[in-house]
């Protein structure tokens, strides 16, 4: 194992690039997240956290940092945990509607399509509204809620 560290050490610049492309995944996925491209809870930007996490990770191998390492650790930890369950209930087909679990184009409606240029793959536009006079709306469950 120390062999192959020290072989990774021997290219700083291969670190440096692995650093900030994880960096520029992180923000990336923040950014799709935030503009509703992609949906926080799916398995997209599960894939893309860890992806990051491990580069980032890489990077750290010739400039340790304990904080920083901790970070990635847990994002790795918790990415594959979260993106197990996730993937252990679309193959039991448990996922309901406004789960903000991401539909297979394959079963999306002909209207998905492209908005602009990117393709509408999340479920923020289908969220209940809250009413106009300020009252709290309840939490949209789709097909969530259990038959009567």
Known sequence: MSDFLDAMRTYPDLLRVCGVLGSMLYICGFALVQTGRICGNG????????????????????????????????????????LARRLRLRRMRQYHNGTGVIRSLSNAPRALGLQGDWPMISDWEM????????????????????AP
């Open 127 to 146: 969220r209940q509204r809250a009413p106009a006079n300020d009252t709290q709306a309840p939490p949209y469950l789709g097909d969530a809620a259990p």
């Open 43 to 82: 398995p997209i930007y599960s894939c893309n956290q860890l992806t990051a996490a491990s580069l980032v990770l890489c990077s750290l191998v010739g400039a340790f940092n304990l904080g920083a390492f901790l970070i990635q650790v847990g994002f790795l930890t918790f990415g594959t945990i979260g």
